[in-house]
């Protein structure tokens, strides 16, 4: 079945660093959003971007859907950044989620 | 403009006992989802309602039954608790079935004992 994968599976940063998130596919994409889930649980929609780059913040995500990646991008890490995030393709039948596995993020103070 | 909204945020049951769980939305979203989330997992489509008056199952149904009761309400009914059915249930809503993105109230932790 379809595939995705995230890198790296775990991080751990020092607040203020950077940091990339990769996720391949195995198929095309044609509809990919990444989520944080933070400490508390909650899902937080970051992007919705099927192609081409985006930013919001600190924050910026690029997907390359011939390449069948998505890259995202965090700048000037922050403790509230930590959490899970999630890279997840929707699936064209009912909405069906596929999620990578997750990157857990950990930015110390 | 609320979003998505969940009721209960937190639930115990004993094995066998029932409940409802709410969830509505704000967005005029045609379609919504019920998915749970277990340790270290992603989530997982129990239900999905494409449109008002429609919903169909997804990957985990059994066990669960839902009702769409018009456009901003989907409900997640549990008619005979299990522990195994012990997860955190996440409703979503989206403003077409598969195509845009998803955006998610903020759970309900369900304990079951």
Not at chain 2, 34 to 53: H, K, V
């Amino acid at each position: 079945g379809i595939q995705v994968e995230q890198s790296p599976p775990d991080l751990i940063l020092q607040e203020g660093a950077n940091s990339t998130l990769r996720c391949n596919f195995s198929d095309s994409v044609n509809n990919l959003q990444w989520f944080h889930q933070n400490p508390w649980g909650q899902l937080i929609n970051l992007f919705y971007i099927p192609s081409g780059t985006k930013q919001n913040g600190r924050l910026s995500a690029t997907t390359v859907a011939t390449e069948r990646y998505s890259l995202l991008y965090i700048s000037s890490s922050q403790t509230t950044d930590s959490g899970v995030y999630f890279c997840v393709r929707i699936g064209n039948q009912g909405g069906k989620l596929i999620f990578g596995q997750g990157t857990e993020l950990s930015v110390k103070p | 403009n609320a979003g998505v909204t969940q009721t209960p945020k937190f639930q115990v049951l004993k094995t066998g006992q029932s409940m409802t769980l709410q969830c509505a939305q704000d967005m005029n979203h045609n379609s919504m989802y019920w998915y749970r989330q277990d340790p270290g997992m992603g989530l997982r489509l129990i239900y999905y309602s494409a449109s008002e008056g429609t919903t169909d199952k997804g990957e985990v149904p059994n066990g669960y039954n839902v009702s769409r009761l018009n456009k901003r309400e989907f409900s997640l009914r549990l008619e005979s608790a299990a522990p195994s059915q012990t997860s955190v249930y996440f409703c979503a809503s989206s403003f077409d079935r598969g195509l845009g993105e998803q955006y998610f109230g903020p759970g309900t932790r369900l304990t079951v004992t």
